[in-house]
């Protein structure tokens, strides 16, 4: 009958509508995981992730979509399949997002060997080492190179963390490290020794701007989750329990119908 097919198709609507939430439940997870990788290939793996319970999102709803009886519980679907693909828009800002954080680190890894390296040859240089009247340059120079180290290990607390108090420590100890390099130049008595100390100089700069592309990223990733996807996937999910109540006393009512005939 007529009654027990509408029934049958309010059903489906409300199981599909169940699934819809799931599959965005699985976004969230996919979201989830680029935030937490730990590679570019692990971004990868969780877009793919994301992707494939977006398709699975939208497909539900279309059916759903197509199937529904009601304007009114259509209209939730429309808004809810519009809501899924903004999700998606915001998900996919997130993953640009965190491939510029690893751009950046890797960067910043290729100017922090450079540093070590000239640190290296200066701690090892003739013009230094033994020689009593450089001991001053030569402290001076270990005490920046432990400043940079410093700044280095702030970022990566800054990047496991995303407390910002990391990253304004890390600054701090770059301007320790330049100010000492400052004090380690004018106390050099060769040319080797202050190009060497120029050269690590010039680093500084370098890793500050750096720094300062990691924590933009990440603030960033943080707005987008808490401004957009976070938003929309709750309101999803109220629209997708407002579309199961529906279904429900549609197939309620229908059954009821069925019965009576």
């Known amino acids: 009958s007529t009654a027990t097919a509408t029934a049958t198709v309010q059903a489906r609507i409300g199981a599909d509508a169940i699934d819809a939430k799931a599959s965005v439940r699985g976004m969230m997870v996919g979201v989830?995981?680029?935030?937490?990788?730990h590679s570019t290939d692990e971004i990868a793996a969780a877009a793919d992730y994301l992707r494939a319970r977006h398709k699975s999102a939208t497909g539900?709803?279309?059916r759903m979509i197509a199937a529904s009886m009601s304007?009114?519980?259509r209209e939730?679907?429309?808004k809810a399949k519009d809501l899924v693909d903004g999700y998606l828009k915001g998900a996919e800002d997130v993953i640009a997002a965190r491939k510029s954080e690893f751009e950046v680190s890797a960067k910043r890894t290729a100017i922090t060997s450079r540093w070590d390296k000239v640190y290296e040859a200066l701690a090892k240089s003739p013009a230094i080492v033994g020689k009593g009247d450089q001991h001053a340059l030569e402290l001076t120079l270990h005490d920046a190179d432990s400043a940079m180290m410093g700044a280095r290990n702030s970022v990566w607390r800054f990047s496991a963390t995303g407390e910002k108090a990391q990253a304004e420590r890390a600054d701090q100890f770059m301007d320790k490290a330049a100010d000492?390099?400052?004090q380690a130049r004018s106390l050099a008595a060769d040319s080797r020794v202050t190009a060497g100390i120029d050269?690590?100089?010039?680093?500084?700069p370098e890793f500050k701007s750096l720094t300062t592309g990691i924590v933009t990223a990440s603030e960033l990733e943080n707005q987008?989750?808490?401004?957009?996807t976070l938003p929309i996937a709750a309101e999803v999910s109220s629209l997708a329990d407002k579309i199961v109540e529906f279904a429900k006393d549609s197939t309620s009512a229908a059954t009821e119908r069925a019965s009576a005939e």
Do not use: G, P
Request: charged letters at 40%; hydrophobic letters at 50%; aromatic letters at 4%.
């Open 32 to 37: 989830r995981d680029i935030r937490l990788a």
């Open 199 to 204: 050269e690590l100089n010039s680093v500084i």
């Open 76 to 78: 939730r679907m429309k």
């Open 71 to 73: 304007a009114e519980n």
């Open 60 to 62: 539900f709803l279309d």
């Open 224 to 228: 987008i989750v808490r401004e957009r």
């Open 180 to 182: 000492l390099l400052r």
